[in-house]
């Protein structure tokens, strides 16, 4: 089992630029989750998907992020027109089954995305 | 405001000591999870309790909840240099997101 994949593990774009994240959760996993990490705001959810819906976007900054699941083994997240305010780790999290807190996530390593 | 936060940003201890990391939190919940973060990693699972639970143990880890007073603490024995990271509680605010607080950075010094 290799785990939640995220790729690319680091990217650097130029302001206005687009940047495409990608996740391939775990196999079998219901529900797949993204969360973008700073220093300063933490851990914050974006967004997630149950058996490939997206259910709750809440966290999304809805002008520029967008998100997708076109299939059971991979995710996108997808920012356009980056700005450096963009510039976080973005975190994809898989699990077996949603429940809120009964449910273990299971998160990759992270894409670490610079905006210049 | 946070859903749930640690009540410390960051915590130094020497290896063999013991350590609480705290948390509190602003709403009803069926479970609280421990999520642990090491540098260049994802979190991962520490301890899952949940509401009717008032302890839970896995190894050198022991997670304690009180829900009179919204609170919950983990706490780590014999600490190792490996411990070191950031610690995250994690509650589901009766939906089925998960928030996670604002973490806890534990170094652990030889």
């Known amino acids: 089992n290799a785990g939640v994949i995220q790729t690319p593990r680091h990217k650097v774009t130029g302001k206005g630029q687009e940047a495409t994240l990608w996740c391939e959760p775990i196999s079998g996993h219901s529900a797949v989750f993204w969360y973008r990490q700073t220093i300063v705001q933490g851990l914050e959810f974006l967004t997630y998907?149950?058996?490939?819906?997206?259910?709750?976007d809440s966290g999304m900054p809805k002008e520029r992020f967008s998100a997708q699941m076109p299939n059971q083994s991979h995710s996108t997240l997808k920012i356009q027109s980056t700005q450096p305010q963009d510039s976080a780790v973005y975190l994809c999290a898989s699990s077996p089954r949603t429940g809120g807190g009964y449910a273990e996530q299971f998160f990759g390593p992270g894409t670490r995305l610079t905006v210049l | 405001s946070q859903l749930a936060e640690e009540n410390l940003w960051a915590l130094s201890v020497h290896e063999g000591e013991s350590v609480t990391v705290n948390c509190s939190y602003k709403t009803s919940i069926t479970a609280l999870q421990w999520y642990r973060q090491k540098s260049g990693e994802g979190p991962a699972q520490l301890i899952l309790?949940?509401?009717?639970?008032r302890e839970k143990r896995n190894g050198r880890l022991r997670a304690t909840l009180d829900t009179s007073s919204q609170s919950s603490s983990l706490s780590i024995t014999a600490t190792r240099c490996e411990d070191t990271a950031v610690y995250f509680c994690a509650t589901d605010p009766n939906t089925d997101k998960v928030v996670f607080g604002t973490g806890t950075r534990l170094q652990v010094s030889p």
């Open positions: 309790i949940r509401s009717n639970e």
């Open positions: 998907f149950r058996n490939q819906a997206p259910i709750d």
